[in-house]
């Protein structure tokens, strides 16, 4: 395993469109070990290949102990709204709100190829959400009603502006 250098916003393969995985590989799976080493490591509770400098659809995922490392994920169902402070390991110092759907059922393929569905809610929908986004070369940046430097409460509290 390896860490991989986290690219900032500025860099332009962050708002480039991803490209479909037509096959799960020897290097697909380095490439999703790599992340998940690389999002740990900064504390981080998402990370898509883009921000990694790799256009593909391949997108990892920690909430709550729950992991998931998703490949070519679709969003297939939402549901409701709620508003949350976001971060993004690729804006360091910034949050800003987003609004986003309250719940979120997505479709991928799992590192064995198999097709899953999962589904979440409130943090981990935005996480969903948040990913997914950067597959399209999107940023919360884009979407968010506001953005603003992380505040010192912001950087004590957990549950705010967490980074992805
Ligand atoms: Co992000």
């Known amino acids: 395993m390896a860490l991989r250098k986290i690219r900032q916003q ?9 490209k479909p995985v037509k096959e799960i590989n020897a290097g697909t799976l380095q490439l999703l070990d790599d992340m998940l080493e690389t999002m740990d490591a900064n504390d981080g509770l998402g990370l898509a290949a883009p921000q990694v400098g790799v256009l593909r659809r391949i997108v990892v ?9 998703l490949i070519n994920p679709e969003i297939i169902e939402t549901e409701g709204e709620q508003r949350r402070n976001e971060g993004c390991l690729s804006v360091p110092g910034k949050s800003g709100t987003v609004i986003r759907p ?7 393929l799992n590192r064995q190829g198999e097709t899953v569905t999962v589904e979440g809610t409130e943090l981990l929908a935005v996480a969903f959400c948040h ?12 979407k968010a009603l506001e953005v603003h430097d992380v505040t010192a409460e912001e950087e004590e509290d957990e549950d705010s502006a967490e980074k992805a």
């Open 10 to 18: 500025g860099d332009d393969i962050l708002h480039k469109k991803a």
């Open 131 to 142: 990913e997914l986004d950067h597959l399209e070369g999107v940023l919360f940046t884009d």
């Open 102 to 108: 309250q719940r979120v059922a997505v479709k991928a």
């Open 61 to 69: 995922i920690r909430v709550e102990d729950a992991l998931f490392e």
